[in-house]
């Protein structure tokens, strides 16, 4: 272990390093753009090298048992994947992909930071967000869907795949590597195997194809940040001196001034953080520009990325408008700027000023509404979605306890006198659906059916949650 950072520590510091893997690392949060100067419900501090970040001062504080996070005000992720982040430097209406997205802790912010902001600077900005391997698309689009925001499609391809259908597509792409999971070790998610060689060899060779891959994504001047979870050399700024030797002249290093505290020792564009000096796990992260043209899409090296991976079935997708639209999603609320579109079972959304082509359509955009039998359902989605987006018809105020109950997946009851907790913010659609939406101070939730006594839970599973603590 003490050869995986000799180079990089000085050696008073080595035992300290040492000893920080067999701690717990602090909890952080990251705020959303438009929280950034409220109050938390806990005490924080800012994490140095992410404005969004702060990290929770009390180890018995657990940040999901808050409402503040069931209603999206803040995701919980370690600091250390902040760093990414702040070298991501996300700017309104740029198009992004993320081509190792899940779960979606760095998707979700780099989403966030293109969507909250005026609709005139976002204009034209979206993201992808691609994961290979299918079983983690479910936890990937529901990060994604519970920002509210609709200006991201998802993708289930091998990285070659995606450089061939989006060659030369993006103002940035991130990627956050597959990589040993050294740091980890202290969140007990990794046993001490991650510092073997054969580890970091195996890792260190499938970040090569990847990151082949993703140059080619990249507009002429376009940014690819690169980041791992791990320490070793060879999985980091070895990963960064290959590319810039497989592309001499095409790629330079990205510097930024106020990342300097972190700068690594070793090589120019990259940058640690520490679980000894940090209040982190650990993590790296190293920016570089595209300079010149595009890189050809011809692939140097036959892929070979050992994540399993199917490609979703999809259809042509026709226009969903006229007397069909305003049957469907008129039912629930009122569209706006977004186009929808049908995909035979199910029905997606798509923001007005996103440019479209023929690689759109291998994606998934965030579903609507979904047919089962001859029924059509709203989906979580679209319950979340911003009001830019969408008006709901009919919301359902919830109280801290009917709240609580909601995320159990428990049906709300209505009071027999009338006088419930929950009433009615809006009134009813112009059908009359049964279908509305569970709120907490005005902010959705997700989906409830009025049954006339109660409202019958629609939270998808994967959004249940149990709040122990008092409010």
Request: charged fraction near 20%.
């Amino acid at each position: 272990m003490i050869s995986i950072v000799e180079r990089l520590l000085p050696t008073d510091e080595i035992g300290r390093f040492q000893s920080s893997l067999a701690k717990y690392p602090p909890r952080a949060i990251r705020l959303r753009p438009s929280k950034l100067f409220d109050t938390t419900p806990m005490m924080t501090s800012q994490v140095p090298w992410f404005s969004r970040g702060r990290i929770v001062e009390s180890s018995s504080i657990r940040p999901s048992q808050f409402l503040e996070y069931v209603t999206g005000d803040y995701y919980i992720q370690d600091a250390g994947s902040m760093l990414a982040l702040a070298l991501m430097d996300v700017q309104p209406g740029e198009v992004i992909c993320d081509l190792c997205a899940a779960p979606g802790g760095k998707a979700s912010s780099i989403l966030e930071s293109l969507s909250e902001c005026d609709y005139e600077k976002s204009a034209g900005g979206w993201l992808l967000a691609n994961e290979s391997i299918r079983s983690r698309l479910p936890i990937l689009e529901y990060a994604l869907a519970r920002t509210g925001h609709l200006r991201y499609a998802t993708l289930n391809c091998d990285p070659a795949q995606v450089a061939e259908k989006f060659p030369a597509t993006f103002d940035a792409v991130l990627v956050d590597a597959p990589c040993s999971g050294q740091a980890l070790v202290a969140r007990d998610k990794h046993d001490y195997s991650a510092f073997e060689q054969r580890h970091i060899d195996h890792s260190a060779a499938r970040q090569r194809r990847i990151l082949l891959e993703a140059v080619k994504l990249l507009k002429p001047g376009g940014r690819l940040v690169y980041s791992t979870c791990t320490f070793a050399v060879e999985e980091n700024e070895s990963q960064v001196d290959f590319l810039m030797n497989e592309f001499p002249g095409q790629l330079e290093p990205i510097r930024f001034e106020h990342l300097s505290n972190w700068q690594s020792s070793i090589s120019p564009g990259c940058y640690r953080v520490w679980p000894h000096r940090d209040a982190t796990a650990g993590a790296f992260a190293a920016g570089l520009r595209l300079v010149g043209e595009a890189v050809s899409t011809t692939r140097t090296t036959e892929p070979k990325y050992s994540g399993k991976h199917k490609r979703r079935k999809s259809s042509e997708p026709s226009n969903l408008s006229g007397e069909e639209g305003i049957c469907l999603l008129g039912q629930y609320g009122l569209p706006t700027r977004l186009r929808a579109k049908s995909f035979g079972d199910r029905i997606t959304a798509i923001a007005d000023d996103v440019l479209i082509d023929d690689a759109i359509w291998l994606t998934r955009w965030p579903e609507l509404l979904q047919k089962f039998g001859s029924r059509w359902e709203p989906q979580y989605a679209l319950a979340i979605a911003n009001n830019h987006y969408f008006n709901h018809f009919r919301l359902v105020e919830l109280s801290d306890t009917e709240v609580k109950s909601y995320l159990m997946g428990q049906a709300i009851s209505k009071a027999q006198d009338g006088n419930n907790l929950s009433a009615d913010r809006n009134a009813a659609s112009p059908t009359q659906s049964p279908w509305c939406i569970a709120a907490y101070n005005g902010k959705a939730i997700g989906w409830m059916k009025d049954a006339g006594n109660r409202f019958n839970n629609q939270l998808p599973k994967i959004a249940h949650q149990n709040l122990s603590i008092a409010q």
